[in-house]
């Protein structure tokens, strides 16, 4: 006995499906889903963040789904908060909760028991920089990130002022530094968790993100930017920065074609795929798996069945 807390985790690139195998292991192991996909907290954003409707989650309780406005923040630590709560009143109830998402640092914080020193309180540089977007404009303190950090600067609009000074202050003071609680010993979990890693072939992967972008704007994404920029959601908000919805309030604004528009997320969801993919490296507990070489049915019997082995209680 370890004493640990169970847990169960799925995870993978973007359009790998996750959210299939996820619903269909939680109905078998009679158990709840944690959302590990930071664009799903958000209320209202369903189609650009492949949200499973009501219908498609057939049943299974979603947790850290829809629990967002729009306007709200939320970061890693919030996520290992919410999650670890969770997980305890999942484990209380006799279940072995299952957490289904992409975003890398969130789950690897939460596995590995991660302690965040947020950056130490730079109120007057925060304000100085905001005096100089005041007097000289936003694309001047924008092109002073360029400078400083070129990937912060092209990640965030020259608009979102607060997140430009925040990627600045962390430029020149040092970033959230991670540092690792020292009651974890080394490349032990914080879990007794199994994690499941799905891949596919790189270009069949790449043409799902490619369909499912062209099939998100087939299935109304215009309208539901249209929607939330009508009830006052901004492109500065953090919810409206994730992939998908940045490129399309873009192209409303009359910035790029639908075209044009398109391409982008594609092309930008392929990188995120790409990157994601380059975190799961650093976690070397991924039992992997492939599901463009097995048929649904097989894969959800194989992942039972190794889970079976890991979980005495599943063995029955």
Known sequence: MTGKEKLIVILGPTAVGKTALSIELAQKLNTEIISGDSMLFYRGFDIGSAK???????????????????????NVTDFVREAQSLIHQLNAQGKIPLIAGGTGLYIKALLEGYAFNETADHRDYRQAMTALAEKKGREYVHQLLQAADPEAAERIHAHNLRRVIRALEVAHFGGEQISQQKEYGAGELCYDVYVIGLNRERQALYGRINQRVE????GGLEDEVRQLMGQGVTREMQAMQGIGYKETAAYLAGEMSRAEAIDLIQKSTRHFAKRQLTWYRKMPYIHWYRPDELTEDVLL??????????????QN
């Open 301 to 314: 019997q194989r992942v039972f069945q190794d889970l079976a082995g890991f979980f005495r209680e599943l």
């Open 52 to 74: 499973p409707s009501l219908a498609e989650r057939q049943g299974v309780a979603h947790h850290l789904v829809d629990n967002l406005e729009p306007w709200e923040n939320f």
């Open 215 to 218: 099939q998100m704007f087939a």
